[in-house]
C-alpha cells in the first residue's frame, strides 16, 4: 500500500512556475513508476508526465521542454516543476504510483 500527498497548487499569473511536491509513504519499495496527470473543469484526466524507477522520463507533448519531473529518495518526495504556465494548464493535478494509487490532487489555476 502506498499513500501520497500532492501539494504546491496556487494561483499563478501566465509566465509563472510552480512547484509541485507529491510526499510519498508506505510501501515504497514497490513502486516502478511515478506519474503526474492532471484534470481540467469539464474534461477527462490526463497524462502530464512520469519517472520509471529506472530514472526514465516522459512528459506529454502540451508540456514538454516546461516541465520537469523529479524525485528526492532522500525526502521521498516527487516533485513536478512547471514553467512558462499557460492557461491552459489549469487543472486538478494528481500523483500516483505505479498507477493504482493516487492522491487527492492539488489544484493550479494559471489567470491574470
Known amino acids: 500500500q502506498v499513500q501520497l500527498v500532492e501539494s504546491g497548487g496556487d494561483l499563478v499569473q501566465p509566465g509563472g512556475s510552480l512547484r509541485l511536491s507529491c510526499a510519498v509513504s508506505g510501501s515504497i519499495f514497490s513502486i516502478y513508476l511515478m506519474a503526474w496527470y492532471r484534470q481540467a473543469p469539464g474534461k477527462d484526466r490526463e497524462f502530464v508526465a512520469s519517472r520509471t524507477s529506472g530514472g526514465t522520463t516522459y512528459y506529454a507533448d502540451s508540456v514538454k521542454d516546461r516541465f520537469t519531473i523529479s524525485r528526492d529518495n532522500a525526502k521521498n518526495t ?12 489549469t487543472a486538478v493535478y494528481y500523483c500516483s504510483a505505479n498507477l493504482d494509487s493516487w492522491g487527492q490532487g492539488t489544484q493550479v489555476i494559471v489567470s491574470s
Do not use: I
Open 78 to 89: 516527487v516533485y513536478l516543476q512547471m514553467n512558462s504556465l499557460k492557461p491552459e494548464d
